[in-house]
Structures are given as C-alpha cells and as structure tokens.
C-alpha cells in the first residue's frame, strides 16, 4: 500500500523559509494522485495548506497563497511544500497526504513537527 | 478562517453509543460528500468514514457516518477504551475552494 514520508528540518528561524518533502512509496496507484498539504498547531485543529495534482497544478488555501510554494518531483516520487516568511504563528505539525477525492485524504504521513524561533 | 462547527467534546461508558456532530454550510456540506477522521494521541489522522457514510477496510462498523441538509453525524456504538481520541469531519468547501475541516471533538470514554 502507499506510504508517506515527510522530511525536513524540524527548526526554523523566524522570517525564514521552511521547506518539507513527502516521499510517496508503495501502491500500484501510487501515480494516480500527487499530495496535499495539512498542518497542526500544538493543541488545535487541521489546517489545509494547499495541493497539487498529476498535472502539476497546485491549488493554495488563500490564507498561504502569498507564501507558499507546493512541488512534484515524479522522479523521485515525491512533493515538497516551501512556506516562506514563517512566524511563530508557523509553528505544527506538518502532514503530508494522499488526496483521493474532496476531502478525503489516505494515507497521511506520520508528520512532523517544525518549530519557528531564533 | 472559517471551520466545520464541531463540540469540543464528547464523552461515554464502555459499550454506549455517542454520536458526534458537524454543522456547515450550503458551501460545504450542503453540497458536498463528508469526511471523519479519527486522531489517536501522538498520531497522524487517519481515514474514518468517507462519502458520507462508507467505512475504509478495516474500520468496525461500530463506526458509521451520516449526513442530512448542512449537518453530518458520526456515531460509535459499543464504545471502547481505544476510540479515546480526536475526530475531525471535513468537507470540500466552495468558498474555499478546498476542503475545509471541522474544530475536533475529544472523545473521553469514562
């Protein structure tokens, strides 16, 4: 079955850029469906950062349209969010997942967790 | 931003049945399919009841969702100690133009 991975530097300084990849593993569909994006602050609720398709298109929550950056790499099998100009506010759980249709996301990844300070 | 309206919390004995609700809109749930998902302390959500009402492989069928006008339900009959956890519902949200995720709801089994 399909697996997701995330990776990337678990600290980042304010005002800088964070930058995360998905590894997407397993799955005779692992093609179908490219990723999306969810994060978590400490003690709160999911929040849809944004998605990207087969195609490439991406498709942005308005509230990180102006900062964020989601990738694919079908190469390698995997997708990266860059979210620049991080504040505090920043701080999550980062999720990747599997976009299947509308809201419905398997598998996620395990998450991880990025925290903004200097 | 906006959420999916879901109480904080919820709470039952071991063998009850607790349902928990979801309130949205005409440009989320009024028109679109709803998600649950269950969060286990420490854990990533994982896929509870999709379409409403269809269960992934693997999840009991003491799960079940259901959907009427804007609002959505998931109920949990024969409550165990393992369903303490979050659950989230979620919908596609026009508005949004992406989905949109309820607040969570704490389920505590007393």
Request: charged share 15%.
């Amino acid at each position: 079955q399909v697996q997701l991975q995330e990776s990337g530097p678990g600290l980042v300084k304010p005002s800088g850029t964070l930058s995360l990849t998905c590894a997407v593993s397993g799955g005779s569909d692992s093609s179908n469906n490219w990723g999306t994006w969810v994060r978590q602050p400490p003690g709160k609720g999911l929040e849809w950062i944004g998605e990207i398709y087969p195609s490439g298109t991406t498709n942005y929550n308005p509230l990180f349209k102006s900062r964020v950056t989601i990738s694919i790499d079908k190469s390698k099998n995997q997708f990266s969010l860059k979210l620049r100009s991080m504040t505090a506010a920043d701080t999550a759980v980062y999720y990747c997942a599997m976009p299947r249709s509308g809201s419905r996301f398997d598998p996620w990844g395990r998450g991880t967790l990025v925290t903004v300070s200097s | 931003q906006s959420v999916l309206t879901q109480p904080p919390s919820a709470s039952g004995t071991p063998g009850q049945r607790v349902t928990i609700s979801c309130s949205g809109s005409s440009s989320n749930i009024g028109i679109y399919t709803v998600t649950w998902y269950q969060q286990l302390p420490g854990t990533a959500p994982k896929l509870l009841i999709y379409d409403n009402n269809q269960r992934p492989s693997g999840v009991p069928d003491r799960f079940s969702g259901s959907k009427s006008g804007t609002s959505a339900s998931l109920a949990i009959s024969g409550l165990q100690s393992d369903d303490e956890a979050d659950y989230y519902c979620a919908a596609w949200d026009d508005r949004l133009n992406g989905p949109l995720f309820g607040g969570g709801t704490k389920l505590a089994v007393l």
